[in-house]
């Protein structure tokens, strides 16, 4: 499988400040990534899909403004919460897609970062 | 309806045993099935994908699909309880990314 990062793997902020977390394809080149948000117990929640060099695709009930995504190269991806508030608290995961040697495009995750807003 | 549906579980099989986990999908137009599991506090990690009908076997896995019946499954076979964690189906249309994840059925293996 491919190798996903995310930084930082958890982060405590205080409400009203913002948070940037990165995501890196440390072994191949992802020509998309996605942003996925899931609180306790519950499935994935997909945010956002971003593409390279182009606008991210934010998902229906995302506030766009309120959660920024950069994808400026290949291999990283940011994602911005601004102006966190403590509902904002949630384990967010990133995952990378691009052409493996076998088939159709797979998707691969990150190890995700923990958010707590206080 | 969902789009992507499995029973919550959880599921509780013993040590050995074979962990049967099923999935059903909405989208006739879907084209690539993937199940991930994921450990508490840990992000998903991709077991297996299938593209075809039939069997895709890999090692105590194996992945079955039916796309008449819109119906996808994951058989676990001599279930360790290391195999204890959620399992997502996850399927996504063709010529595209954006992937439609269920909401993961918990499974047990009891030593």
């Known amino acids: 499988g491919a190798v996903v990062s995310q930084h930082p793997s958890w982060v405590i902020c205080k409400s009203g400040t913002s948070v940037k977390i990165e995501c890196r394809s440390l072994?191949?080149?992802?020509?998309?990534m996605f942003w996925y948000r899931q609180f306790p117990k519950q499935s994935l929640m997909l945010m956002a899909t971003s593409n390279e060099g182009s606008k991210a695709t934010y998902e229906q009930g995302v506030e766009k403004d309120k959660f920024l995504i950069n994808h400026a190269s290949l291999t990283l991806s940011t994602l911005t919460v601004t102006s966190a508030h403590p509902e904002d608290s949630s384990f967010y995961i990133c995952?990378?897609?691009?052409?493996?040697?076998?088939?159709?495009?797979?998707?691969?995750f990150g190890p995700g970062t923990r958010l707590t807003v206080t | 309806q969902k789009e992507v549906e499995q029973n919550s579980g959880p599921l509780s099989v013993p040590e050995g045993a074979i962990a049967s986990l099923n999935c059903t999908y909405s989208d006739r137009g879907s084209q690539s099935f993937f199940w991930y599991r994921q450990y508490s506090g840990k992000s998903p990690e991709l077991i297996m994908s299938i593209y075809s009908n039939g069997d895709k076997e890999d090692g105590r896995f194996t992945a079955q699909l039916n796309k008449a019946s819109q119906y996808v499954s994951l058989l676990i076979r001599d279930s360790q309880p290391s195999d204890s964690a959620t399992y997502l189906c996850a399927v996504r249309r063709t010529g595209g990314f954006k992937t439609i994840f269920g909401a993961g059925t918990r499974l047990f293996v009891k030593a």
């Open positions: 072994d191949f080149q992802a020509t998309t």
């Open positions: 995952s990378a897609g691009g052409p493996n040697r076998v088939g159709p495009y797979e998707q691969y």
